[in-house]
């Protein structure tokens, strides 16, 4: 009897997680799973037929995709650095002894907590080149040779988005760097202090090997997050001009939801690439940055 | 007790959620389903004379057709007694929002659609079958439509829809610019390049650039086709689709139409950041004079002069021809609307149709949407349409049917003819690669249809 009525309030609360189940079944597991099917489709969002690998066989044709598997690459490896390297900077400053201190923390972290949909236009009306702040500051200043299309020229266009995520991320990474700084213990820096070892040096020989726990999160985060970029380049440019700034997360909406996009089985063979650089990418880095983390 | 009230409060978020999914939408859960959309239903006042009915009505441009629309709704309630629930989604999504409604078997009564092809394609890329829309040839409205308007939606002896308007591309300009500058307007492309040449001079910018918005940048292009390609074979479009013929067959004059507006930027007849303006800017530089003119369709003349109704704005033909040949005007009638074959309320659905199509509701539209009427009983009386029909009588002015876009390609081709544009501007593509693409995509549509 016991056993019975310890089933039934196993079953009783088992009942709590099925909301949340259901959920993640419905709108995650299933549409991952049916992705992987439909990307040997030519599925139009109603009708589909099996074409086998041709979706695979044309991206690696086609000219706008690579673009965008190429700025993809760019985003991920410059934001990762810049984001993680302002981000350490910052945690450092952070750690000084000084007055004020919690609310700069709170202003570096703020702008990770919003909306980076809002964050991208907000940017997007600064950098208008015909009624933008920035370029109205630089005309204001006199420095109207500084001006220029930031949106719209393509290097500008993909050094902004980059400023951007970076500017908006970088208090999160500090965040997770301060968190390991706080966890060094105080004994190493005297002991090092009494070898001699100041600044520079015991920023090198301590600090750094020992946050390494904090760069291998940081890093995967980062490299996860801009590998999916898409917020940012939707509201700042849009993948334009043309398809020079696109992600692939871009490229995926715009061949699903886009003004004709209607190849649905193409942008789902994106995706299932995408997923696999993302996977193996993953692996490879926290198995590197793990054999370099020290136990203390 | 807690344990029990636990208990039933997550199987009623379970049981919550399964109904929200899957239900097919009432006409009053339509109205609420998304947020995104818009509903207005009229109340009634009046005597109701016949049979109340409800009609779901989907539609993307409520906010360009919002007189017509309200009293259309209005009326259909006072009138007939139908009830006319309107969703109006974002026209960058209306696709989508169409084709969910066709998969999940829940099409509207009334449905508002830019397009069907030959080979039907709903707004280009959905295929649907022959029976979805129902035939309404027979309303008596349709009769007082210009062939062109009605043909061009009839697959087989079935009419789908009526093209309700019909828009020019050409150039939308300042009249004070060209009276100040003593410029007459040019009709042929040396003229052109003249005018130009005198309006940089006088700093002011000639063409207004809305790049930004991919869209815009293909209207160059396009009215160059119509002079290059179309007016000396005008059976190109059937030619391209069936292959009759190939972009690489015209591979000269394409590269001419995609590489004109890279010429007009090379000599600075382009108002600077380009590619990072919008046709609100655009209209704006035109409308206080700072940009002479916005090679657009007329459907952007009101966006003009909105932007300084005090201003003088005039339509005109843009010559890519040489002397002595004639300029041609690109139009182009679409955006009807079609009736589902399975609306419970057919009778309904074809007295509001009806009552759309006839002259109270079109003369309200034809001034909404500032176009040029296809419905030979309705007469517009605003400035813009005297401008462009003005032109459009022109002896020097051959009008095309048409003009270049998704048309000019074989059923199943998805393509974005703007991002590819915009794309050749920021350089990330070449006319060449544009020519090879099209014509590439082209035959492998073909070779699928075999």
Known sequence: MKSINKKITEIKWFSFLIPSLAFYLIFFVLPAISSVFFAFTDWDGINYKFIGLANFVEMFHDESILTSFGNTIIY????????????????????????????????????????????????????????????????????????????????????????????????????????????????????????????????????????????????????????????????????????????????????????????????????????????????????KLRKREVDF | MKKNISLFLAVALIATSMVGCGSKATPEASTTAASSTTTVAAASTAVVPAKEANLRYLTWEYSESQGATDAWIKNSQDKFNITIDMQNAPGDTYNNVLKTQIASNDIPDLVRVHTITNDMLLEGSTKIDTEMFADISDLKAVADYDPASINNNKRGDKLYYVSMVRNALGGIYNKKVFKDLNLQLPTNYDEFIAVCEKIKAANIAPIAGSFKEAWTIQIIPFIAFGQYIESKDPDI???????????????????????LTQIFIDKGYVSKNYLGTDTTVACSMVGTGKAAMLINGTWMFKQVQDSNPSAEIGFMAIPFNAAGEKTTLGTSSDNGICISSATKEMEAARTALEYYLGTDIQTILMNDLNGIPTNSKVTVDSPSFKEISKVLTLPSVQVLGEFWDGNYFPGSVVLDMGKDFQNLLAKGTTSDEIVKKYTDLCAKALEAKK
């Not at chain 1, 201190?101 to 991208?120: D, K």
């Not at chain 1, 015991?202 to 985060?221: D, K, M, Q, R, V």
């Not at chain 1, 699903?256 to 193409?266: A, E, S």
């Open chain 2, 237 to 259: 479009k059937n030619k391209l689709k069936t292959g009759t013929t190939t972009y690489a067959d015209h591979a000269a004059d394409v590269k001419k139409a995609l590489d």
């Open chain 1, 76 to 287: 991920a490896i410059s934001i990762t650095f810049f984001q993680n390297f302002f981000g350490i900077v910052l945690a450092v400053f952070c750690m000084k002894k000084l007055r004020g201190l919690t609310f700069i923390r709170t202003v570096f972290f703020m702008p990770a907590i919003f909306s980076a949909l809002l964050i991208g236009y907000t940017w997007g009306f600064i950098l208008e080149p015909n009624i933008g702040a920035l370029n109205t500051i630089l005309s204001v200043l006199h420095l109207e040779f500084l001006q220029t299309s930031w949106l719209s020229d393509p290097f500008w266009a993909r050094f902004m988005i980059i400023f951007v995520t970076v500017w908006q991320f970088m208090g999160y990474s500090m965040v997770i760097f301060v968190a390991g700084l706080k966890a060094i213990p105080n004994e190493l820096y005297e002991s090092a202090n009494i070898d001699g070892a100041h600044g520079w040096k015991e920023f090198i020989y301590i600090t750094f090997p020992l946050i390494a726990p904090s760069f291998t999160i940081n890093i995967i985060l980062s490299t996860i997050g801009t590998l999916k970029l898409f917020e940012q380049v939707y509201a700042m440019t849009g993948g334009g001009p043309g398809y020079m700034t696109e992600s692939v997360a871009i490229t995926i909406n715009r061949l699903g939801f886009g003004g004709t996009g209607t190849r649905w089985g193409y942008g789902a063979s994106m995706s299932v690439v995408m997923f696999l650089a993302i996977m193996f990418l993953t692996v490879f880095v926290v198995n």
